[in-house]
């Protein structure tokens, strides 16, 4: 999975949203670490910003803009 995990980390890199999404964030849920996070608005894709996973589910799907939700950390 972590090459999986790592292509989707340069395919949403590498992908502009457009302006109006940017500073969206949405709450998930990591079905793996099955800890509660926010992250950048994505349609397909969320990453676990506490163990990387993307096997995270939505459970806020209204978006909040929030000025920091990078996952970066
Ligand atoms: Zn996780």
Known sequence: MAVYFG?????????????????????ILCND?????????????????TCGSYNTRVIRSETTTVPDCSTSS
């Open 33 to 49: 670490c099955e800890r509660k996070g926010t992250t950048r608005f994505h349609w397909l894709y969320h990453k676990c910003g």
């Open 7 to 27: 292509m989707l980390d340069a395919l949403l890199a590498a992908e502009e949203l457009p302006e109006e999404y940017k500073d969206r964030c949405q709450d």
